[in-house]
């Protein structure tokens, strides 16, 4: 299957929505944590497909999936990395949101679980601009 062409205008704003959802998945009232918590984390995985489908737009969407889930997986490992300057950024909002606080091995799975959405809605909506009218 050849790589898909993506418009780097919708990728841009399918960033920003998952952001957006992300961040309000969080402030859900009456949402268990654990669940919150998940989806925060599989929508940062599904965000990060996005940016890559942004940053490199030519590539195959397993190619996406892979440095996607790669990097979700590298941020997660660099929190057992507690140097004082590292920890100083972790402390800031924005940086607390892109690096995390702790390593959990459950957040590995829910970081495979976004970026399948991600790439699975890929496939779907380039599947259905396919089909013939």
Known sequence: ????????GLYAALVLVTIGLGLLSRKIPGLPAWLSKGAGDALYATMSFWLVGLFVPACRTAVASAVALLFCYAIEVSQLYHAPWVAAIRATRLGGLALGHGFHVMDLIYYAVGVSAGAGIERAWRLRRERPS
């Open 1 to 8: 299957m050849s790589a898909p062409r993506r418009s780097r």
